[in-house]
């Protein structure tokens, strides 16, 4: 190998790869002649397998910021790569494409199809995957057993209480393992003591997979879970803060 290459090599193997990098983030709605800037200049760099939180009032921009990170909307300005990938160049097919391979989403009205059992809604996103019946069946199973819903596997939403649903919904965002999932608002209708149930969950399952999770939220309690809080105010960063002494049981 040539100085030259080996040199590069070295340099690829000490660059730190993230999960996430967004930069100058921007976004701008328009209501009639009204310019709302919901974000501005926001830049932030994710590890893979971090839990963050994004911590703000209402009306701060948060759900903004993790529907451009999710690609569920475009930015006016900015850049925001997903392992290594820009989405904001992409187009409308391969941005879905990357999204069913990359992306779990958790709802805070959980966003379950009412027609469907809890073992159908958790299948949903292995279809697209282009799992067979039987295998869809059984990992939609062992994940519904897993957050402890072993019982309610032919449970239709309207049967099950709000955690019971919240479940189903994480179930479903995380039966693929996909590397990112977010989450907005997750535990925004449950009580305290099943809010409590809902984000260990969350952060037990992230762990195991080493997912990186993202969760949006007003409540300083839930946000008190993240590794990293992101404090948004006014459509920017206004602090991060870091939890010190982190340790994971492996
Ligand atoms: P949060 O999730 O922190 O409550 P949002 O990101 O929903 O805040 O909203 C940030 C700002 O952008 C608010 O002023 C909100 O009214 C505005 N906004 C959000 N979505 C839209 C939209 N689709 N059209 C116009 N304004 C919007
Ligand atoms: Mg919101």
Same mark, same amino acid.
């Given at each position: 190998?040539?100085?030259?290459?080996?040199?590069?090599?070295?340099?690829?193997?000490?660059?730190?790869?993230?999960?996430?990098?967004?930069?100058?983030?921007?976004?701008?709605?328009?209501?009639?002649?009204?310019?709302?800037?919901?974000?501005?200049?926001?830049?932030?760099?994710?590890?893979?397998?971090?839990?963050?939180?994004?911590?703000? +009032?209402? $009306?701060? $921009?948060?759900?903004?910021?993790?529907?451009?990170?999710?690609?569920?909307?475009?930015?006016?300005? !900015?850049?925001?790569?997903?392992?290594?990938?820009?989405?904001?160049? /992409? +187009?409308?097919?391969?941005?879905?494409?990357?999204?069913?391979?990359?992306? $779990?989403?958790?709802?805070?009205?959980?966003?379950?199809?009412?027609?469907? =059992?809890? @073992?159908?809604?958790?299948?949903?996103?292995?279809?697209?995957?282009?799992?067979?019946?039987?295998?869809?069946?059984?990992?939609?199973?062992?994940?519904?057993?897993?957050?402890?819903?072993?019982?309610?596997?032919?449970?239709?939403? =309207?049967?099950?209480?709000? $955690?019971?649903? @919240?479940?189903? !919904?994480?179930?479903?965002?995380?039966?693929?393992?996909?590397?990112?999932?977010?989450?907005?608002?997750? +535990?925004?209708?449950?009580?305290?003591?099943? +809010?409590?149930?809902?984000?260990?969950? /969350?952060?037990?399952?992230?762990?195991?997979?080493?997912?990186?999770?993202?969760?949006?939220?007003?409540?300083?309690?839930?946000?008190?879970?993240?590794?990293?809080?992101?404090?948004?105010?006014?459509?920017?960063?206004?602090?991060?803060?870091?939890?010190?002494?982190?340790?994971?049981?492996?």
């Amino acid at each position: 190998m040539q100085c030259n290459q080996l040199i590069n090599a070295i340099r690829r193997r000490l660059t730190i790869s993230y999960a996430i990098e967004i930069h100058n983030l921007r976004k701008v709605y328009k209501v009639g002649s009204e310019k709302i800037v919901a974000l501005d200049n926001v830049s932030l760099d994710i590890t893979p397998g971090e839990i963050c939180c994004i911590l703000g +009032t209402s $009306g701060s $921009g948060k759900s903004t910021l993790l529907n451009l990170i999710a690609g569920l909307e475009k930015p006016s300005k !900015g850049t925001i790569k997903i392992n290594g990938k820009h989405i904001e160049k /992409m +187009t409308e097919k391969d941005l879905a494409r990357f999204r069913q391979r990359n992306i $779990g989403f958790v709802f805070q009205s959980y966003n379950l199809l009412s027609s469907l =059992t809890a @073992q159908e809604n958790v299948s949903l996103p292995l279809i697209f995957r282009g799992i067979k019946k039987q295998v869809r069946d059984e990992l939609a199973a062992d994940i519904l057993a897993a957050v402890g819903l072993k019982r309610h596997l032919k449970h239709k939403p =309207t049967q099950m209480s709000g $955690g019971q649903q @919240q479940r189903v !919904g994480i179930a479903r965002a995380f039966v693929s393992k996909p590397p990112v999932v977010f989450a907005d608002e997750p +535990t925004g209708n449950l009580d305290s003591r099943t +809010t409590l149930e809902i984000m260990e969950l /969350m952060l037990e399952i992230a762990h195991e997979n080493h997912q990186t999770l993202i969760i949006v939220t007003h409540d300083s309690h839930v946000a008190s879970f993240a590794d990293r809080i992101i404090h948004i105010l006014d459509g920017n960063i206004q602090k991060i803060k870091k939890k010190e002494n982190v340790i994971y049981e492996i």
